[in-house]
């Protein structure tokens, strides 16, 4: 019987996960280097879907202390569905066992910044916030987000496929020029060119986010029929190279309008944002 590489990957959540990583990782804060590694390990650490850094101890040019200061509890999961720590989940929140860190340079305190997993096949290395820092690289070049997971990539596609996004019957989106943005593991996203997007039922807000190999992005509420839907659509005005055909498109949450692809309408997926 065939195996799908996705159950798989799920039947795994519970567990430490971890992948050696051949590129050269620095973390900063300002101007100065706290992290330089050559030894670095992509690691998901369990029920978390964004991985984090470990490298060796002796590749942080700081001093790594207990840290016994307030940790974060945990999300309630929502009934019926699996406890997963997604990226809106902090560092500090860690459901295997090790040693909580701060680290401490000449000029700055990161208070937990750091985690020592009990794991033998860590032994040696500590975890790193990411969001502690002001600056990751990978090899040269500036990375934002999170690590960049070798076995998560996207792919953008350019479709004449009709693509109707409505909620309640009041169309959001009409088109047959979107660009479909295929992500491993999260559902399609459909990006439209704003000519065909109903621009007046929307509304920019303060919320971005980031990610990864897409970019920053900038969101907008729908007003339909005297309902506001918070951030309910995005676009990203200034992307990175894997996401350039999508640049100043629109793309809205699936998981809470109907969608409808060439007369067929799609199902809603279930994520950490339905």
């Known amino acids: 019987m065939a195996l799908r590489l996705e159950r798989l990957l799920r039947d795994t959540l519970d567990e430490i996960r971890i992948h050696p990583v051949r590129k050269r990782i620095r973390a900063m804060l300002g101007d100065t280097t706290v992290v330089d590694s050559t030894e670095a390990v992509i690691v998901w650490e369990p029920r978390r879907v964004v991985a984090s850094y470990a490298v060796p101890v002796a590749d942080v040019a700081a001093q790594l202390i207990p840290y016994s200061g307030p940790v974060p509890a945990p999300p309630t999961p929502r009934e019926g ?3 997963l720590l997604d990226p809106r989940v902090p560092f500090g929140v860690h459901l295997g066992p090790g040693t909580a860190l701060t680290i401490r340079t000449e000029t700055s305190e990161l208070p937990g910044a750091a985690f020592q997993p009990d794991d033998p096949d860590l032994e040696g290395h500590v975890l790193l916030d990411w969001d502690a820092f002001t600056e990751w690289l990978e ?5 934002i987000g999170h690590p960049h997971d070798p076995f998560d990539r996207i792919d953008c596609r350019r479709s004449s496929r009709r693509v109707v996004v409505s909620h309640d019957g009041h169309v959001l989106a009409d088109t047959t020029r979107a660009t479909f943005l295929f992500e491993t593991p999260l559902p399609t996203r ?3 060119p704003r000519e065909d997007v109903r ?3 929307l509304t920019p807000t303060e ?4 990610c990864a190999y897409k970019g920053r992005a900038a969101y907008w509420s729908a007003h339909v029929d005297g309902e506001t839907l918070r951030d309910i659509a995005w676009s990203y005005e200034e992307p990175l190279l894997d ?10 949450f699936d998981e809470r309008l109907d969608v409808a692809v060439d007369g067929k309408r799609l199902r809603r997926p279930v994520t950490p944002w339905s």
């Open 139 to 143: 090899e040269d070049e500036p990375v």
């Open 81 to 83: 569905r699996p406890l």
């Open 190 to 192: 459909f990006y439209i």
């Open 199 to 201: 621009m007046d039922l």
């Open 243 to 252: 996401a350039l055909p999508v640049r100043d498109q629109v793309a809205f």
């Open 207 to 210: 919320s971005t986010s980031t």
